[in-house]
Nanobody, 129 residues
Framework: QVPLMESGGGSVQPGGSLRLSCAAS????????MAWFRQPPGKEREGVAA?????????YYAASVKGRFTISRDKAENTLFLQMANLKPEDTAVYYC?????????????????????WGQGTQVTVSS
């Protein structure tokens, strides 16, 4: 099991920024895939961004956040980040981090919730004026 804990959520005005963190209790250096998902009120969970840890060069973004969000990780701190800029009201959601410790994600799998084995509890992000 790979317990994950998100933090950094909060309320922000449109155009603002937030940085989410996801702390893993076990080393992520050798993990394969980690991702951020979100679940807006009344909607299904959707993939936001993913990164293949082992390679460090494969990243994926949903079209709705590309150019505004950046996924990264701190190998030494076992932490995954999501830097969010130019936030919009439609970014309001509970944000979750997830990991698949045994497989690399690809274009077909990165945004599928079923691909990931472990999930955090989520952190609320609210964008409102």
């Amino acid at each position: 099991q790979v317990p994950l804990m998100e933090s950094g959520g909060g309320s922000v005005q449109p155009g603002g920024s937030l940085r989410l963190s996801c702390a893993a209790s076990t080393p992520t250096a050798n993990a394969y895939s980690m991702a951020w998902f979100r679940q807006p009120p009344g909607k299904e969970r959707e993939g936001v961004a993913a990164i293949n840890i082992a390679s460090g060069v494969s990243v994926y973004y949903a079209a709705s956040v590309k150019g505004r969000f950046t996924i990264s990780r701190d190998k030494a701190e076992n932490t995954l980040f999501l830097q969010m800029a130019n936030l919009k009201p439609e970014d309001t959601a509970v944000y979750y981090c997830a990991t698949n410790p045994q497989r690399w994600a690809d274009d077909r799998t990165w945004s599928r919730a079923a691909f990931y084995d472990y999930w955090g509890q989520g952190t609320q992000v609210t964008v409102s004026s």
